[in-house]
């Protein structure tokens, strides 16, 4: 089982910038991927972004490309989200995850953080 402790969420105005990290523990050895999700009210979760801690490139959701960035410090166990140019539409808890994969990650098959408040006033 691994832990996943999100942090970094908060309220914030449309245009700002805003940093989520996520630390990890417990049997980290089993994530080889870490990501992100989110989920605003009356939606549904949807994926937001993946890294590989062994490398290769990142996954994002298209309504995120080029504004979020996903980095991880594997001395750490920590991922991060670099969230910029947010808009009342990223308003969300955002969720951290891990799983074996990216694709199992993409598919909500992983652990689960309790997740993170993200509001973007306009």
């Known amino acids: 089982q691994v832990q996943l402790v999100e942090s970094g969420g908060g309220l914030v105005q449309a245009g700002d910038s805003l940093m989520l990290s996520c630390a990890a523990s417990?049997?980290?050895?089993?994530?080889?991927?870490m990501g992100w999700f989110r989920q605003a009210p009356g939606k549904e979760r949807e994926f937001v972004a993946a890294?590989?801690?062994?490398?290769?490139?990142?996954a994002y959701a298209d309504s995120v490309k080029g504004r979020f960035t996903i980095s991880g410090d594997n001395s750490k166990n920590t991922v991060y989200l670099q969230m910029g140019s947010l808009t009342p539409e990223d308003t969300a808890v955002y969720y951290c995850?891990?799983?074996?994969?990216?694709?199992?990650?993409?598919?909500?098959?992983?652990?689960w953080g309790q997740g993170t408040q993200v509001t973007v006033s306009s």
């Open positions: 995850t891990a799983a074996g994969t990216v694709p199992a990650l993409q598919r909500g098959w992983g652990s």
């Open positions: 890294i590989r801690w062994s490398g290769g490139p990142t």
């Open positions: 417990g049997r980290t050895f089993s994530s080889a991927a």
